[in-house]
């Protein structure tokens, strides 16, 4: 079988992942918009914008089925251009009920795309002579700041919102028709593949781990600026300068992340950068001097860079059921950590204090450097050729 390592086939994934962080961000500008339009409390609005999460996990749960089925080329092609087509619908929406509707097609079209393109990611990268995981996350974090700029800067010259929304879905529209014929045409499983599989070994700790990452990225996009405003680090117009430096260095670390994983190997990469992580936590935590307490925000997104996709890469690799299968159990926990996180947090910062709870974090991440060691001595799968996939050091290395 001719390899899956095509300029063709990263040049696809890469689009795939910009599509999707572009998309999503996107719709964070608009937010204040649909607010004012429907004329609706907080209240109202926090329910219907947790529409978009469960949209995202219902699609996602039924995304792994159809990957094993049918491959992740047809989810990634009508995801994406979903994912387009439905952010004006957004900017259109005149009612509640019609928003919930949207945010639920949009929802889904996110979820299954994230599933889909981290599947066809998996397969790419499998016949790579380095890693390709971190850089094609880093198009996602670039999508991501990329996304909120066009609106941002479209809505300050005087675009109204839906024109916005109509050019951010253009340039959407365009990035995946260059994207569609570059697509892998076959990366699901065998067409006997079971329609469901229990979680089980190595990927219930991927999933796991998966959870508790994604639950730091979302705590501190919520409650970064709490903390440091409350801390009195910075005034309140500022406190989004924490999480700033956090995406920064998250996106320079995913940046390199694919080079450093070449030469360290995963296991080394995933226990030195979760250290760095929880390192970063103390200096931020235990450390009163202002400029290098903010200095643990980039010490957090530069050792936090490359652990998700190694955690893919190995749920792409391990035998304990069909790859597709666990990528998308791997991706629905890791986002149910994205959504309870954050509750859970302002339940545990209530009960004992903002401080405590970011400690909290740190404990919790702690478990990824201990499982480390267990991650990378899972049995993998065997490549395309027949021979054992081995960690990315020694790939590199050979050829």
Not at 34 to 45: I, Q, S
Not at 102 to 121: E, K, T, W
Not at 218 to 244: K, N, P, Q
Not at 270 to 285: N, P, T, Y
Request: glycine share 12%; with cysteine; net charge positive.
């Amino acid at each position: 079988m001719s390899s899956a390592d095509t300029p063709a086939a990263r040049l696809s994934t890469r689009l795939a992942f910009l599509v999707a962080g572009f998309g999503l961000s996107c719709w964070a500008p608009l937010v204040p918009f649909a607010k004012d339009r429907l004329a609706v409390d907080d209240r109202v609005l926090g329910a219907l914008l947790l529409c978009l999460g469960i949209g995202s996990v219902l699609a996602m749960l039924v995304t792994g089925v159809l990957s094993a089925r049918l491959g992740s080329r047809p989810i990634i092609v009508v995801s994406g251009f979903g994912l387009a087509a439905m952010l004006p619908v957004l900017a259109l929406a005149a009612t509640p009920l019609t928003l919930a509707a949207a945010l639920l097609l949009f929802g889904a079209a996110l979820g299954s795309l994230d599933v889909a393109m981290n599947i066809h990611a998996v397969d790419v990268e499998r016949d790579a002579p380095r890693p390709l995981m971190s850089g094609f996350h880093a198009l996602f974090s670039i999508g991501g700041f990329a996304g909120a700029a066009v609106i941002t800067i479209l809505l300050s010259f005087g675009t109204g919102a839906v024109e916005s929304a109509a050019a951010a879905s253009v340039l959407m529209v365009l990035a995946m028709a260059a994207a569609r014929p570059r697509l892998l045409r076959a990366t699901g499983t065998a067409g006997d593949a079971p329609l469901f599989v229990r979680p089980r070994g190595i990927v219930l700790l991927l999933a796991g781990l998966a959870a508790v990452t994604f639950l730091v990225e979302g705590a501190l996009l919520d409650w970064s600026a709490l903390l440091i405003t409350g801390a009195g680090f910075v005034e309140v117009a500022r406190g989004g300068v924490g999480y700033m430096l956090f995406a920064i260095a998250m996106t320079a670390g995913r940046l390199v992340g694919d080079a450093l994983t070449a030469r360290l190997g995963d296991g080394p990469t995933l226990l030195w950068g979760s250290g760095l992580a929880i390192a970063g936590f103390v200096v931020l935590l235990a450390v009163p001097v202002v400029p290098v307490a903010l200095t643990g925000f980039v010490l957090i997104g530069l050792g936090a860079a490359n652990i998700v996709p190694i955690l893919f890469r190995h749920a792409g690799r391990q035998t304990s059921m069909p790859a597709g299968l666990a990528i998308a159990a791997v991706t629905t926990t890791g986002y149910a950590g994205v959504l309870v996180g954050p509750a859970a947090m302002g339940f545990v910062a209530d009960a004992y204090g903002l401080e405590p709870a970011f400690w909290m974090l740190a404990a919790l991440l702690c478990v990824v450097p201990l499982s480390s060691g267990w991650i990378v001595t899972a049995p993998t799968s065997r490549s395309r050729d027949g021979e054992s996939r081995r960690p990315s050091r020694e790939i590199t290395r050979e050829r």
